[in-house]
């Protein structure tokens, strides 16, 4: 379930369908990261593609360097009633036992549940081996991919516009509204609660992430890597003018065609989505280092 290097994320020219197969997502995610990027992305998003025939494969983008999580702070110390003299003092209640992968799906799926009020993460929670495909989604997410077999994204209404002004194209501005629900759906997500769940499964989550060949305690920094990647995202204040190649329309700034596929993609939004993104990334962020 490591992510594939091949996974690109371009402007279609016309409107292409696919499936919808399976974070997070996330998540986190939310995953978590699709924890972080649930949804309705669609058309937007090019299908899988077929192994190439030619030996040269661009590198996966390279993962920047993150913070580690702290392990979860102890709940706070309740003050005992006084007992009457001679009783026996009351036993701190038991922490809850380890997480059993064979029970992960269901509390997992109960947890998502009450820190998705707008139903969000609702296309993934169908799933099962939840555990597996988060440690997956947070894989590909920690190198800028995006990849549609993790993540179950239909499509959002309408499709992708372009309009000419002067002979240049630019995105169509009016089709920002289309992730509106979107972004509003990422906004409703707890961000502390979404904490909680990683905590509660991180034992599990390391596990998972060790099977795809990583040392296991570097799947906090790769967890954190995502949010970073989100929040480095840059802000556009202007329309930015495409270059169609072939069949897909890239940015003319060498710069913004070199940023990772979820970052390009965060940028369709259009800014004010973006931003509702970024704010939620930093506040899951600050919830998962304690800060």
Same mark, same amino acid.
């Given at each position: @379930?490591?992510?594939? =290097? ?8 016309? *409107? &292409?369908?696919?499936?919808? *197969?399976? /974070? ?5 995610? !939310? ?20 192994? %190439?025939?030619? =030996? ?7 993962? #920047?360097?993150?913070?580690?999580? %702290? ?8 003050? +005992? ?10 036993? =701190? *209640? +038991?922490?809850?036992? %380890? ?6 799906? +269901? ?9 998705? =009020?707008?139903?969000?993460?609702? #296309? /993934? ?28 994204? &239909?499509? %959002? ?24 629900? $979107? ?16 905590? &509660?499964?991180? #034992? !599990? ?8 060949? $990583? ?38 700034? #060498? ?13 369709? @939004?259009? *800014?004010?989505? +973006?931003?509702?993104? &970024?704010?939620?990334?930093?506040? !899951? ?7």
């Amino acid at each position: @379930m490591q992510a594939s =290097p091949e996974d690109r994320l371009e402007y279609p020219d016309k *409107p &292409r369908r696919s499936p919808v *197969p399976l /974070l997070v997502v996330v998540v986190l995610i !939310l995953a978590l990261v699709y924890w972080f990027l649930p949804g309705d992305l669609g058309d937007d998003v090019l299908p899988e593609p077929v192994a %190439p025939t030619v =030996p040269d494969v661009p590198a996966a983008p390279e993962r #920047p360097v993150a913070a580690d999580i %702290p392990p979860a702070a102890p709940p706070p110390v309740v003050a +005992a009633d006084p007992q009457p003299a001679g009783a026996a003092p009351e036993a =701190p *209640p +038991a922490p809850p036992p %380890p997480l059993a992968k064979a029970d992960s799906d +269901a509390e997992l799926r109960e947890t998502l549940t009450v820190a998705d =009020p707008a139903g969000a993460l609702a #296309p /993934l929670l169908v799933e099962d081996h939840l555990v597996d495909r988060g440690a997956a989604l947070i894989d590909s997410l920690s190198q800028g991919l995006v990849l549609r077999k993790l993540l179950p994204l &239909r499509q %959002p209404p309408g499709s992708f516009t372009v309009r000419e002004v002067q002979g240049i194209t630019y995105v169509d501005e009016a089709g920002f509204a289309r992730y509106d629900a $979107y972004a509003g759906a990422i906004a409703a997500l707890d961000t502390e609660v979404l904490a909680a769940a990683f905590h &509660r499964a991180r #034992p !599990l989550l390391e596990s998972a992430y060790a099977e795809l060949g $990583y040392p296991a305690d570097d799947l906090d920094n790769a967890l954190i890597s995502v949010l970073d990647r989100v929040l480095a995202t840059p802000e556009l204040r202007e329309p930015q003018s495409l270059v169609k190649v072939e069949a897909v329309y890239r940015y003319a700034d #060498p710069e913004l065609e070199a940023l990772s596929p979820l970052q390009k993609q965060l940028l369709r @939004m259009g *800014p004010k989505n +973006a931003a509702t993104v &970024r704010a939620q990334a930093g506040a !899951l962020r600050a919830a998962l280092l304690g800060q």
